[in-house]
């Protein structure tokens, strides 16, 4: 009995040691794992008490930037009262100051946010930094600079503005937008067209309704055997009689061509656009021609050919069909 109690005793103290020294070493491991992690968690540490202490700087940053923006509405509200009144006032200069100077307030303001926000920044650090990379800068964005540059000036020098129905590079359409960095154009068919204001700006640009009055035109044909003093009076006095054919500049009829099937007469008159409209008056003066010479005995031919077939084995055959008869 007594051995028994002797031997559970050794097994206690040696299960006692062994967990005393396991304890010991996983001691020993977390303190060396802690040690590991100590300058991480301490530069952490340090990063959410730098970023607690510099809130309220943020905040005020944060402010400050919402202040600038506001003041770019009421800079546009100034500029739009200021000058969208006067008579002399173009109206793409109030685009330019107001696009232009929104985006220098709003630089501004930026700035001001961060030198507030960012201990140590100074504006002079972001010139340097612009400074370093200006030449990489200029390759990855010329085309950007090119059409910005395009933009202010076709903004300044306005050679279209916006509601203008214009022709660049064979596409037409109406003229809704000229932004720094394209000008929107609406096809007459509904579809947007953007294009790129360097494209605009090195190339030709047709203004159609740059001015009131329009020219139109067509040609019509009459016969050979037709009265041709005959058929220009009629066009002449259907010009006369129509209401929105200008008599100034004068209307003309012109024989402009012998073609191979008729005589052509090349008709023209001037309109007001703010009365009507080019295609309009085109189709109805021809409606109206069409009408008056079919009416007045005068005919718009149209070609005509004539088609001969030749059968050379059709003579034999005639021959041969003579002698069997016979």
Request: with cysteine; charged share 20%.
């Amino acid at each position: 009995m007594a051995d028994e109690q002797t031997t559970l005793t050794n097994i206690a103290k040696d299960t006692g040691e062994l967990i005393h020294q396991a304890g010991a070493k996983t001691t020993q491991t977390v303190i060396t794992h802690t040690e590991k992690y100590q300058d991480a968690y301490t530069a952490i540490d340090k990063m959410v008490n730098a970023f607690w202490d510099r809130l309220p700087y943020i905040g005020l940053a944060f402010i400050v930037f919402v202040i600038f923006w506001l003041l770019t509405k009421l800079f546009k509200v100034f500029v739009n009262k200021t000058l969208s009144n006067r008579t002399y006032t173009r109206q793409n200069l109030v685009l330019v100051l107001n696009r232009v100077g929104s985006t220098f307030i709003i630089f501004f303001g930026f700035l001001i946010a961060l030198v507030i926000a960012i201990p140590g920044f100074t504006p002079s650090q972001l010139i340097g930094a612009l400074g370093i990379g200006s030449v990489a800068i200029g390759f990855a964005f010329k085309d950007i600079f090119q059409n910005l540059l395009s933009g202010i000036l076709i903004l300044l020098s306005e050679p279209f503005r916006i509601g203008d129905d214009i022709v660049v590079n064979g596409m037409e359409g109406n003229v809704e937008d000229i932004q720094i960095r394209a000008t929107f154009l609406r096809s007459p068919d509904g579809r947007r067209i953007v294009i790129p204001n360097a494209t605009v700006y090195t190339s030709a640009v047709i203004v159609n309704n740059a001015y009131q009055r329009r020219r139109c035109e067509f040609i019509v044909g009459i016969g050979y055997e037709d009265d041709m003093q005959k058929a220009k009076k009629i066009i002449l006095d259907i010009l006369n009689n129509n209401l929105t054919v200008l008599s100034q500049p004068a209307f003309s009829v012109n024989v402009t061509a012998l073609a191979d099937f008729s005589i052509n007469l090349t008709v023209r008159w001037w309109v007001n656009t703010t009365e009507t409209s080019t295609s309009a008056s085109i189709s109805e003066i021809q409606e109206l021609v069409v009408t008056a010479f079919d009416q007045k005995g005068i005919s718009i031919p149209y070609p005509v050919q004539e088609v001969k077939v030749y059968r050379g084995d059709q003579p034999d055959q005639t021959e041969n069909s003579d002698k069997q008869s016979t």
